[in-house]
């Protein structure tokens, strides 16, 4: 069966918790900011060289292997943006622009499904750690500056951080794993 595309904007992260996932936006701080990304790539290996880790635990939900393609995606994704935020001017009105990413169009034209679940593996760790170290780089002076997503909501370096740490903790928990990165 196919999955249900998520419609849900999730931007409300950035300033109360997750009901599901037990995230907490006000539990970040811009000094941990990277160590917590970092900290969400942690056992994805383990979950993805389960033997079922191809296989959707429901109908409508995505497998472990498909939540990892999609994770090694968000990481990329996020980096480009942020690196978008972080070349803008802190001075232009609206920001950087971000291009629109349909999360489920992807998992279709890049066939999750059929990925090699190791080579995942690999793929979201250095992807995370990519994104933790730009992350890590960020001076105090860049944390206001601006992007704008495709929909029209409006981030900032610093609540950029909050969105995408919830995006990386919240799938750990869809696949069972801890949460508590703090």
Known sequence: MAITPDSKDWTWVMERAC??????P???????????????????DT?????????????????????????RDVYRIMNARLHLMLGYDEAAADGARF??????????????????AAEVARELASAAAVFA????????????????????????VDSFARYALH??????????LPTALR
Request: glycine residues 8%.
């Open 19 to 24: 009901p599901e996932c037990g995230y907490d």
């Open 26 to 44: 006000a539990t970040v701080r811009r000094t941990d900011v990277g160590d917590r990304i970092a900290r969400s790539a942690v056992d994805w």
């Open 47 to 71: 979950v993805l060289a389960r033997p079922d880790a191809g296989v959707r635990p429901e109908e409508g939900v995505w497998s472990a292997l498909e939540y990892g393609c999609h994770l």
């Open 99 to 116: 291009a629109n990413w349909d999360q489920d169009a992807t998992a279709i034209e890049d066939d999750y499904a059929a990925q090699d």
């Open 133 to 156: 170290d730009s992350y890590r780089c960020v001076r105090e002076d860049q944390w206001k500056r601006r992007g704008l997503r495709s929909n029209g909501s409006a981030f900032t």
């Open 167 to 176: 995006d990386a903790e919240h799938h750990r928990w869809d696949v069972g």
